[in-house]
T-cell receptor, first 113, second 113 residues
């Protein structure tokens, strides 16, 4: 039973560039949430996708956008990258309503130079 | 007031002792509560979920919830060196499909031999 998979594992970008991160949810899960985790901090909620629509959003600027595909996989896009966007980006999947336990992928480590 | 408060630690506990981790939250409407374990450089792993007041036991782990005091705790009995990690508490904000999960910044636990 495949768990949550994320790609790429690591990514290095420069300021002003754009990046796309990808996530495939755990088998049987239909809800995907994205989190940003800075060093020494807990995961910060970015947004959640269900039925190909953004259902909930955290306090992140519009530079952060996403998409969910019919097979439940998801992408996180970040435009105009800033140094402060350097972090571990975590994808988590769950079923149905937003209050179910989240199961995390291994994350994508994004470094902005 | 922060949505969730955790002592960042580090909390040092001798091997074989009971480790006690605590978390307070601000949203009185929260219904679902979770404890995650995160090893350094890894993604969070779900340990326990609790939805009702009282205690819930799973092996060496016991989660305790007191909604009136807005307090949730995690007890780890017979602590092992492999329990050394950061423990994140998390809870839901909002209702059902409109809810999202908020994480604390985590408590670093160190089990000394």
């Amino acid at each position: 039973d495949a768990g949550v998979t994320q790609s790429p594992t690591h990514l290095i970008k420069t300021r002003g560039q754009q990046v796309t991160l990808r996530c495939s949810p755990k088998s049987g899960h239909d809800t995907v949430s994205w989190y940003q985790q800075a060093l020494g901090q807990g995961p910060q909620f970015i947004f959640q996708y269900y039925e190909e629509e953004e259902r909930q959003r955290g306090n992140f600027p519009d530079r952060f956008s996403g998409h969910q595909f019919p097979n439940y996989s998801s992408e996180l896009n970040v435009n105009a990258l800033l140094l402060g966007d350097s972090a571990l980006y975590l994808c988590a999947s769950s079923t149905g309503t937003g209050d179910q336990p989240q199961h995390f992928g291994d994350g994508t480590r994004l470094s902005i130079l | 007031q922060k949505e969730v408060e955790q002592n960042s630690g580090p909390l040092s506990v001798p091997e074989g002792a009971i480790a006690s981790l605590n978390c307070t939250y601000s949203d009185r409407g929260s219904q679902s509560f979770f404890w995650y374990r995160q090893y350094s450089g890894k993604s969070p792993e779900l340990i326990m979920s609790i939805y009702s007041n009282g205690d819930k036991e799973d092996g060496r782990f016991t989660a305790q919830l007191n909604k009136a005091s807005q307090y949730v705790s995690l007890l780890i009995r017979d602590s092992q060196p492999s329990d050394s990690a950061t423990y994140l508490c998390a809870f839901t904000v909002g209702y059902s499909s409109a809810s999202k999960i908020i994480f604390g910044s985590g408590t670093r636990l160190s089990i000394r031999p």
